[in-house]
């Protein structure tokens, strides 16, 4: 016997046990962006290593510790597989010049993939849905992106989740509040751990993000970004704040906030979930507008989000929010002369009213047939014998009920949706 393979650790099967709460998920997902105007876009998983240096950064840990990079062995390309989707979906639009006199409202959904240390919430091939609003300057369009996201959580019926928001300014605000961490925390380097101190001098904004407890009071006395912001980016972050008071959305500003890539500005939020432990976020965004010239389009505006699916599913999950799985309509059991082309035929004219119907195949004894049409989960059983077919009937079988009838075969239709209630 071969020896048995396993999958890639930290990249996991989604088998039929759970999958259909994918497929009610995206369902979901996709009538709800359109109730907003939002567009599909699809990019390809695998694109240029260049892309994602030059638009997450070079120092952040996603370059730096997490992508899955490789040397193209036919041709000698430098190639990674997308660690987030934002970065592939711009580079789309600059080379087909999808904002020529024009905005775009895309999403997009899908695999992502970064090398962590695999654990609940967090795995190295993860799922996104992602949505990017091009070409608005906002602040109207970020308020509209919190409010839909708003909507999606009453439309899943999930519960605790907690909107939290800061502004990051402009380039020129973040150099001097960089230079500012770095003074205040040279003054404090006894405090600071291994990965703080690598920071120090290449990131030290991700230095605030820090989970050591050790550093919290002083991450908590940090100079602030926002005492650093000029009256442009001010006027943005309050119209943000009054717009999301007007729409009665409550939010928690936070300072601390920066999201771990390098080209967001101004508008940053996560929305947190208590059930998720540790990995809390469920989804996270905010405006990029520099992104654009950076990947060779010209300057405009840009605001998206994403939201990891596998945190969403858990936290549903655990609030109960999960539909149960879908029943099966109807199983058929033949055995005998004509039975199968019978069960054919009366198959395809139950599908042709709606219905979902198992056809047993294989062969097998009566008994073992009624068995593996219990184990589907079907709401009836019909079964076909040479009696029947004679006959011109149809034994129903109803497995809640606990009932069964002889049926003429012309009124078995009207008998399967009396019994199911169509």
Known sequence: MAEKLSGV?????????NS??????????????????????????LESTQLFTRSIGEVTDIVEKEMYSFVDSLNGDKLTLRPEGTAGVIRAVVEHSLLYNA???LWYIGPMFRHERPQKGRYRQFHQLGVEALGFAGPDIDCEIILMLSHLWQILGLDGVELHINCLGNKEERLAHRQA??????????????EAKRRLYTNPLRILDTKNQAMQELVTSAPRLIDYLGEDSLSHYNGWKTGLDALNINY????????????????VFEWVSSDLGSQSTVCGGGRYDPLLAELGGKDN???????????LLLSLEAQGKLPQKPVNDIYIVSDG?????????LAAQLRSHGFSVIQNFGGGSFKAQFKRADNSGSALTLVIGEN?????????????LKTQEVIELGNVIDKVKQLINR
Do not use: C
């Not at 259909?20 to 998983?45: C, D, F, H, S, V």
């Not at 002369?337 to 035929?345: E, I, P, S, W, Y």
């Open 9 to 17: 650790k930290g990249m996991n099967d989604i088998l039929p046990t």
């Open 20 to 45: 259909y709460q994918w497929l009610w998920l995206e369902g979901k997902l996709n009538a709800w962006l359109a109730q907003y105007g939002y567009n599909n876009m699809r990019t390809p998983i």
């Open 103 to 105: 905005t775009q409202k």
């Open 181 to 194: 961490l770095i003074n205040y925390f040279e003054q404090h380097q006894e405090i600071l751990d291994e």
């Open 252 to 267: 928690i500003e936070n300072p601390r906030l920066v999201r771990g890539l390098d080209y967001y500005n101004l508008s």
């Open 301 to 311: 505006y840009a605001i998206g989000f994403a939201i990891g699916l596998e945190r």
């Open 337 to 345: 002369d004509g039975t199968t082309a019978l069960g054919f035929k």
């Open 388 to 400: 029947e077919v004679k006959q011109q009937q149809v034994v129903v079988k109803s497995m809640a």
